[in-house]
């Protein structure tokens, strides 16, 4: 298979920058899968379903505790032993 070229950071922070949604990928030795990444600022529901149906997996977003208590949300954790 013909090795992909991959872009810069700085690349990836322009893309981000402009609104778009990039996929931050992990070295193929390791779990070899990549992420969406978009900015907050810019997304809109279409950027979501577009994660959702073509990435699969948990949409996450980082929250201040402010934020969260103001939505009533409340901190969820498993330990697994």
């Known amino acids: 298979m013909p090795k992909t070229s991959l872009n810069t950071i700085e690349e990836a922070i322009a893309s981000i920058k402009r609104g778009e949604i990039i996929v931050v990928v992990d070295d193929e030795d390791r779990e070899n899968e990549g992420d969406f990444v978009a900015a907050a600022e ?40």
């Open 42 to 81: 810019v997304i809109t529901p279409e950027k979501i379903n577009f994660m959702a149906t073509h990435g699969r997996g948990l949409i996450c977003t980082p929250l201040s505790e402010k934020k969260c208590k103001k939505l009533n949300y409340f901190i969820v954790f498993y330990i697994f032993m």
